[in-house]
């Protein structure tokens, strides 16, 4: 990326520092249920799987932070025909429970209150479809990010899923619960980066003696594959579900939103290996397009669910039908 622009994806990351909150206890602040809100559950089925995307709710920031290399006009123009605002992309937070007759995993744990006050609905979806926390047999995380380990810890500072085993992928543990990660890739001021890393390790801090790490390419549970997707963070993975005939491909952070990393495929700002992460969601991608599966984007808008639909250049997000 040419140097004239790194003032202004600083000021737009600044911009997404100053409104969050890192390094928070996630249930301190965990927001009741809300009996006259929208559904934050949404129920299907892979093969004799029964699944259920929980949404723990939202966070976002200027758009040029999840689109780096967009021209602004550009993007400004792609947002106005999206029905979007030009100055805040809202990214949803879609954990998937699974729930194979023996086990139920939850597949993220979702940002708790790390980036900012509109996440850590989680436990209120588990609680209005019966379930609470120690209901949980297993946690598989994609990537050590804190809106994907927020919700790992409680209020008083243990695990906030009692008995689930948790798994993480052992380059992303390495690499951020190691002596002082390098986060010099992050274009954003220094004290940003300290809250960043400090909320990765408050959040993980618990798991310590008994996280399970895993090296992406291995089946973590039966019915549970993950797949490398390195670039985003050192070992960032992505997951396929498969029971009987039925998959689905769950993609983490190799795209933030359809409309700007997919109808238009412009970089998403916090890749820590830029090339390698444009390496896993061509790959990945290609092979979502080509086998037709279903799709889950964590942070799509919710519940989520699609297909990559492959063009002569690119891809295109086709989003499924609600199913009642």
């Known amino acids: 990326m040419p140097h004239p622009t790194l003032p202004r994806r600083r000021l737009m990351l600044t911009a997404l520092a100053g409104g969050a909150t890192l390094g928070a206890t996630p249930a301190a602040t965990q927001p009741a249920a809300d009996p006259a809100g929208n559904a934050a559950a949404y129920r299907f089925r892979i093969?004799?799987?029964?699944?259920?995307?929980?949404?723990?709710?939202?966070?976002?920031?200027?758009?040029?932070?999840?689109?780096?290399?967009?021209?602004?006009?550009?993007?400004?123009?792609?947002?106005?025909?999206?029905?979007?605002?030009?100055?805040?992309?809202?990214?949803?937070?879609?954990?998937?429970l699974l729930e194979t007759g023996s086990q139920r995993i939850l597949l993220e744990a979702g940002a708790g209150a790390t980036m900012g006050p509109g996440g850590g609905r989680i436990f209120a979806a588990l609680a209005a479809i019966g379930l609470a926390p120690g209901d949980i047999d297993a946690v598989v995380v994609s990537h050590t990010h804190p809106d994907h380990v927020g919700n790992l810890r409680d209020a008083e500072g243990g695990r906030a899923f009692p008995r689930a085993t948790v798994f993480a992928p052992r380059a992303d543990w390495d690499f951020f619960m190691g002596a002082a990660p390098d986060l010099s890739y992050m274009p954003v001021p220094a004290e940003f980066r300290q809250r960043f890393g400090a909320a990765i390790r408050h959040s993980l801090e618990p798991l310590r003696r008994d996280i399970v790490l895993y090296e992406p390419g291995a089946e973590i549970l039966p019915g549970l594959a993950s797949l490398p997707a390195a670039g985003h963070t050192p070992g960032m993975a992505a997951f396929l579900v498969h029971s009987g005939g039925d998959q689905l491909l769950l993609t983490a952070d190799l795209a933030y939103h359809p409309v700007v990393n997919i109808d238009r495929p412009w970089r998403p700002g916090p890749d820590r290996d830029p090339a390698s992460a444009l390496a896993a969601r061509q790959r990945i991608f290609t092979r979502a397009a080509a086998e037709r599966l279903p799709v889950l984007g964590f942070h799509f808008p919710f519940p989520g669910l699609g297909h990559l639909l492959r063009l002569e250049q690119g891809f295109a997000w086709v989003p499924m039908g609600w199913q009642f």
């Open 47 to 96: 093969g004799a799987i029964r699944a259920t995307v929980l949404s723990d709710g939202l966070i976002g920031g200027p758009p040029a932070v999840y689109a780096a290399d967009a021209p602004e006009l550009e993007l400004r123009e792609v947002l106005r025909r999206a029905f979007l605002p030009a100055d805040r992309l809202v990214l949803n937070l879609n954990t998937l």
